[in-house]
């Protein structure tokens, strides 16, 4: 990663060079600099596509990527002759987002939404939170919907506001940049059973009106990156789920959650790459080691689509 942020650089070096040194921009981290520089060509591919497939296919888009706040054009004079040149946007300030953009079946943009709670990677990269304030849920033709990017959707206070706003259903885009199959190297919890804490947790009776959660996750080594989880679609019920996520124990206790245990249930669940149960958590961590960069089975998760039929209460 670190090799293809350099060449990045490298190509983008008048638009850095002025990111860095123009006085609306002056003080900036290079990481910063280099993400602005890339604004055009992160921005416009996006905002082109979905729109596209969404009225194409005549279905709802929710999709995610990194991005400033845009305006048409140059930013300056000055960013024109140091390589802005033949752009479609530019960015209005220093800040960069990690967004998701919702568009309807007409392939119009229903709304962005900017995630508020960052990781350390995405802290270290110096993205820009969202304003917890600003969070919208977005009216369509089978319920109100709420977006929560990945860590979001771990956050009361963000689940506390969509429900306030009368979300009934939570889409969390997700990616994990860790093993799936393994310990979180800070928490100690397990991967997948620490998913639950979003997929189940967002769909608990504190929330009155969130009723399903829609969790895609991306699969697939980035360079040196990895990303890997088991999408899901959840809903509320008065009942505790009778499945889980590899290696999860349903009848354990969940910590800091004063219900003891959740309630609800899958509609639909992907596999991993391949089950396991509490005994077989040392060929389940070795499966995981052997997906990363330079393992036995690079890359070689499992993908599948996943769908449901869902029905809300008003």
């Known amino acids: 990663m670190e090799g293809a942020f350099s060449l990045a650089a490298e190509v983008l070096l008048p638009r850095f060079l002025y990111h860095k040194l123009s006085h609306l921009w002056f003080g900036i981290s290079d990481e910063r600099a280099l993400f602005l520089s890339f604004t055009d060509d992160l921005y416009t591919p996006f905002f082109t596509l979905f729109p596209m497939l969404a009225k194409k296919y005549q279905c709802y888009i929710i999709a995610g990527t990194l991005s400033a706040d845009v305006k ?144 895609p996750m991306i699969a697939g080594n980035l360079f040196d990156s990895v990303f890997d989880g088991q999408r899901s679609i959840t809903m509320k019920i008065d009942e505790y789920p009778q499945d889980a996520y590899i290696r999860v124990y349903l009848r354990a206790p969940v910590p800091y959650y004063s219900g003891n245990r959740y309630q609800g249930e899958y509609l639909a669940k992907a596999d991993w790459v391949m089950e396991g149960g509490p005994e077989d958590i040392l060929k389940l961590q070795e499966m995981s080691e052997s997906l990363k960069p330079g393992g036995e089975r690079e890359n070689q998760y499992h993908e599948e689509i996943i769908w449901a039929d869902v029905q809300l209460f008003p």
Request: charged share 20%; glycine share 8%.
């Open 72 to 215: 048409k054009g140059s930013p300056s004079l000055l960013a024109w002759l140091m390589g802005y040149k033949d752009v479609n946007f530019s960015p209005m300030s220093s800040e960069v987002y990690n967004i998701a953009g919702f568009w309807d079946p007409e392939g119009k943009l229903i709304g962005v939404t900017k995630k508020v709670y960052l990781t350390p990677s995405e802290q270290e990269l110096d993205f820009s939170p969202g304003k917890l304030k600003d969070v919208e849920v977005y009216e369509t033709l089978f319920g109100k919907v709420g977006i929560a990017i990945s860590l979001d959707a771990f956050r009361e206070d963000y689940l506390q506001r969509l429900d306030l706003l009368g979300c009934q259903i939570v889409v969390q885009p997700d990616a994990n940049n860790k093993p799936w199959a393994n310990f979180h190297p800070k928490s100690g919890v397990w991967q997948p059973k620490e998913w639950m804490w979003s997929t189940f947790g967002s769909i608990q009776k504190e929330y009155k009106n969130i009723q399903i959660n829609i969790c």
